[in-house]
């Protein structure tokens, strides 16, 4: 089994600022790993994959990195649109173990 | 526009049965493996199902292998969730997901979900 675990649970930030997100797997994952956002009361939302890359539509104020088993989403300038929840996800061990942790939520 | 619409949800008796129903549209559906995520309120994020683009392979979870069933029809572009003796840990928020391909096996995207809620 795999688990991910990610810090903090809440990350309280102020518009204009930086956030960094850490997402920690249990076994080394590199470098399948993905990110995703999830705003309240909608689906989540595909942000970063191969622990780097970002998806299409994605700004580029938010950067992936990290490598073996420790990983982090930044966030470069806060917007208010970046308010939400954060969730990482390892699919290093599909089939068939895909995990995702417990999420991030990043608020005002 | 890539878009998935889920449906079907609603409140079931535990031990109860529910069908979901997820439509695709603007993708080739019949090419790309597809998933089943779910949320129970306030919580995180669960996947439990993956079916191939043929049918040929599927996956569970083990918090719901033995009681659900995932199907799909390619002709319909749609994916099915059969769900049986369902209990109180099966209220969450349903979400069906496409996988990217062979070696991306990341979600994306997501539909908006349907809500099961399993209460006597």
């Known amino acids: 089994e795999v688990v991910m675990t990610q810090s903090p649970a809440t990350l309280s930030v102020s518009p204009g600022e930086r956030a960094t997100l850490s997402c920690r797997a249990s076994q080394a994952i590199s470098p399948n790993l993905a990110w995703y956002q999830q705003k309240p009361g909608q689906a989540p939302r595909l942000l970063i994959y191969g622990a780097s890359t970002r998806a299409t539509g994605v700004p580029d104020r938010f950067s992936g990195s990290g490598s073996g088993t420790e990983f982090t989403l930044t966030i470069s300038s806060l917007q208010s649109e970046d308010f939400a929840v954060y969730y990482c996800q390892q699919y290093n061990y599909w089939p068939p173990l895909l995990t995702f942790g417990p999420g991030t939520k990043v608020d005002i | 526009e890539v878009q998935l619409v889920e449906s079907g949800g609603g409140l079931v008796q535990p031990g109860g049965s529910l069908r979901l129903s997820c439509a695709a549209s603007?993708?080739?559906?019949?090419?790309?493996?597809m998933n089943w995520v779910r949320q129970a309120p306030g919580k995180g994020l669960e996947w439990i199902s993956y079916?191939?683009?043929?049918?040929?392979?599927?996956y569970y979870g083990d918090s719901v292998k033995g009681r659900v069933f995932v199907s799909r029809d390619n002709a319909k572009n749609s994916l099915y969730l059969q769900m049986d003796s369902m209990r109180d840990e099966d209220t969450a928020i349903y979400y069906c997901?496409?996988?990217?391909?062979?070696?991306?096996?990341?979600?994306?995207?997501w539909g908006q979900g349907t809500l099961v809620t399993v209460s006597s």
């Open positions: 079916i191939s683009p043929t049918s040929s392979t599927i």
């Open positions: 997901a496409r996988m990217g391909g062979v070696g991306r096996n990341w979600f994306d995207p």
């Open positions: 603007g993708f080739t559906f019949s090419t790309y493996s």
